[in-house]
């Protein structure tokens, strides 16, 4: 259920299925989104982003972090929300897709949590179209719930990224 990383190597070289995932928590707009921990790299606060001409919609440019171009997911237009000015919480989280780096802009990153595979549930059937593709399931934390991300689905609808052509050179750098 949850992409790539369900498995871990055991001390004789097999594979199991890990029982417990660590998802970091953070939000967009007022609903709160997870994703397994081993997928992010680092969380920075925002650097000075560079439009990309002819980029799709969601993504807000590239940033330049320690010599690396890294292109930037703004998380709320990519789920049509509105788009506030950053405050002092906004964050970019460093994330690794298809052997890529990318950088997902969020409102807050508010912690990791453990859980269990029985706290995971499936995504909610009411969520119809394109968006419902976004979502691996739901889970628990305190009074909300936790929407988790499915990083390769957002960075391949229809408006399919191609981090290929996102370099330096596009970059103007």
């Known amino acids: 259920m949850i992409a790539q990383t369900d498995t871990e190597k055991n001390s ?10 660590q998802l970091a928590c953070f939000r967009v707009g007022s609903l709160y989104y997870g994703i ?15 439009p990309i001409p002819k980029a799709p ?8 972090l320690r010599g690396t ?9 990519r789920f049509d929300l509105e788009i506030p000015e950053d405050d002092r919480r906004t964050r970019i989280m460093i ?8 950088g997902l802009k969020v409102d807050e990153v508010a912690e990791v949590r453990s859980y269990g595979r029985v706290d995971i549930q499936p995504a909610p059937h009411f969520i119809k179209g394109r968006e419902a593709e976004f979502f691996l399931g739901v889970c628990r934390r305190d009074d909300d719930l936790i929407m988790i991300l499915d990083l390769e689905k957002i960075l391949t609808s229809e408006e399919r990224i191609d981090l290929e052509s996102v370099g330096p050179e596009a970059a103007g750098d």
């Open 12 to 21: 004789d070289g097999s594979a199991s299925v890990r029982q417990e995932i």
């Open 95 to 102: 994330c690794a897709v298809y052997g890529r780096i990318i």
């Open 36 to 50: 397994d921990i081993l997928r992010i790299r680092e969380v920075i606060r925002p650097l000075r982003i560079t």
């Open 57 to 64: 919609a969601f993504v807000e440019g590239v940033v330049n």
């Open 69 to 77: 171009v890294i292109p930037v997911v703004d998380l709320r237009r």
